[in-house]
Antibody, heavy 120, light 108 residues
Framework: QVTLREAGPALVKSTQTLTLTCTFS??????????MSWIRQPPGKALEWLAR???????YYNTSLKTRLTVSKDNSKDQVVLTMTKVDPGDTATYYC????????????WGHGTLVTVSS | SYVLTQPPSVSVAPGQTARITCGAN??????VNWYQQKPGQAPVLVIY???NRPSGIPERFSGSNSGNTATLTISRVEAGDEADYYC???????????FGGGTKVTVL
């Protein structure tokens, strides 16, 4: 059974660094072809892809946010971590981690999401 | 790169058919995935690789893709189908996914 769960602060102040952790089970990110992504959704708005990390530690970022994002993984803990620097109120959103099904490039499992509010 | 255009809303009576479109230049040449998101919940994959349904997704959900439009069709709509629906493709040029703006389906 595959499960994902995001954890992080519910409230951060503008200009601070946000760190989110996704803990997963039911699969290994060290398995060839596996990949995880972070996706966010501002209140009432659409989904926005943020970052991706692959089983071989390749990393990809949303071009518009690339300078502020870092994604990493800890295979021993089955965790993926997203760091976002210099947050502002525009980063207020629900943040999801999701597993990418490599064959079909679809997100087949999602965490429940964690709402992060950035205060000014 | 792809820009996916979805209608903001679609309204449908129970028992009728809802069709949700996702438009982009030559989208028919690529694979499209669809997600259902109910209020306060995470998205759920309902169609992958154009027309495949994950385990547990009713046969009432189907997908198609041709030319500049991909379509998610929900047959015999039920009240429980009321949700936001998002299309998603893979932008090979930048090796990352792209989501549409979402369509809110209202069951009258």
């Amino acid at each position: 059974q595959v499960t994902l769960r995001e954890a992080g602060p519910a409230l951060v102040k503008s200009t601070q660094t946000l760190t989110l952790t996704c803990t997963f089970s039911g699969f290994s990110l060290s398995t060839s072809g596996m990949s995880m992504s972070w996706i966010r959704q501002p209140p009432g708005k659409a989904l926005e892809w943020l970052a991706r990390i692959d089983w071989d530690d390749d990393k990809y970022y949303n071009t518009s946010l690339k300078t502020r994002l870092t994604v990493s993984k800890d295979n021993s803990k089955d965790q993926v971590v997203l760091t976002m620097t210099k947050v502002d109120p525009g980063d207020t959103a629900t943040y999801y981690c999701a597993r990418l099904e490599p064959g079909y490039q679809s997100f087949d499992y999602w965490g429940h999401g964690t709402l992060v509010t950035v205060s000014s | 790169s792809y820009v996916l255009t979805q209608p903001p809303s679609v309204s449908v009576a129970p028992g009728q058919t809802a069709r949700i479109t996702c438009g982009a230049n030559n989208i028919g040449s690529t694979s499209v995935n669809w997600y259902q998101q109910k209020p306060g919940q995470a998205p759920v994959l309902v169609i992958y690789y154009v027309y495949n349904r994950p385990s547990g997704i009713p046969e009432r959900f189907s997908g198609s893709n041709s030319g500049n439009t991909a379509t998610l069709t929900i047959s015999r709509v039920e009240a429980g189908d009321e949700a936001d629906y998002y299309c998603q493709v893979w932008d090979s040029s930048r090796d990352h996914p792209v989501f549409g703006g979402g369509t809110k389906v209202t069951v009258l």
